[in-house]
């Protein structure tokens, strides 16, 4: 069936360092990819989206490759900082398929001083 | 803008307990939606709404009902509470066309059924 999960439950890296959270995902019908953060205590905040006709964008510090042909999917985060410490989601859409939006179980991501 | 505005934060309900979650929108978004968070796994979509007078069913419906009268709000009926009912609510809108698809998360509500 339709899934999306990360390869890595946890991540720990060191302030200054870049952070990769992967993501898998199987519909190979989704044409729209969205990263979110959320602080503890804090509902999901948006990050950085990519369609499925790029395989790269940039944001400010962040960037998302897609491979579709692994149907994978990253989140860079350059120079990690402490109030980068949070879980990171990746979802997929299917944008013709309707309302609904899949959500991956998570990413932890630590941020050692 | 307030965003999307959650309330209560918190609730502790006894078994067979009715109450309803609120959840506004001062963006003028045409869609809204509610979802769960359970710890370990990512957001479950219960029911949403494309517009005023529409709502419709997500992946995990059973024992909840939504209305959705006017734009701005969106309510979650909790019938008849059962302990795996327990979990953290969000409530999320979006607006509808290219670029749309970015929902917009409320805070949560934290929902423990005794």
């Known amino acids: 069936g339709e899934s999306v999960g990360l390869h890595l439950p946890t991540l720990s890296v060191q302030e200054g360092d870049n952070s990769i959270i992967n993501c898998a995902y199987s519909?190979?019908?989704?044409?729209?990819f969205i990263w979110y953060k959320q602080e503890s205590g804090k509902g999901p905040q948006f990050i950085i989206d990519?369609?499925?006709?790029?395989d790269k964008r940039q944001g400010q510090r962040v960037t998302v490759l897609l491979n579709k042909t692994v149907k994978h999917l990253s989140l860079q985060i350059a120079a990690t900082q402490p109030g980068d410490s949070a879980v990171y989601f990746c979802?997929?859409?299917?944008?013709?398929?309707?309302?609904?939006?899949?959500f991956g179980a998570g990413t932890r991501l630590f941020v050692k001083a | 803008n307030a965003g999307v505005t959650q309330t209560p934060k918190f609730q502790v309900l006894k078994t067979g307990q009715s109450m309803t979650l609120q959840c506004a929108q001062d963006?003028?978004?045409?869609?809204m939606s509610w979802y769960r968070q359970d710890p370990g796994m990512g957001l479950r979509l219960i029911h949403y709404?494309?517009?005023?007078?529409?709502?419709d069913q997500g992946e995990v419906p059973n024992g909840y009902n939504v209305s959705r009268s006017t734009t701005e709000d969106f309510p979650l009926r909790l019938l008849s509470a059962a302990p795996s009912q327990t979990s953290v609510y969000f409530c999320?809108?979006?607006?509808?066309?290219?670029?749309?698809?970015?929902?917009?998360f409320g805070p949560g509500t934290r929902l423990l059924v005794l």
């Open positions: 999320a809108s979006n607006r509808v066309g290219t670029g749309g698809e970015t929902q917009y």
């Open positions: 709404s494309v517009g005023a007078g529409i709502t």
């Open positions: 990519i369609r499925s006709n790029m």
């Open positions: 963006m003028n978004h045409e869609y």
């Open positions: 979802a997929e859409k299917d944008r013709t398929g309707g309302f609904k939006t899949i």
């Open positions: 519909n190979s019908a989704s044409d729209y």
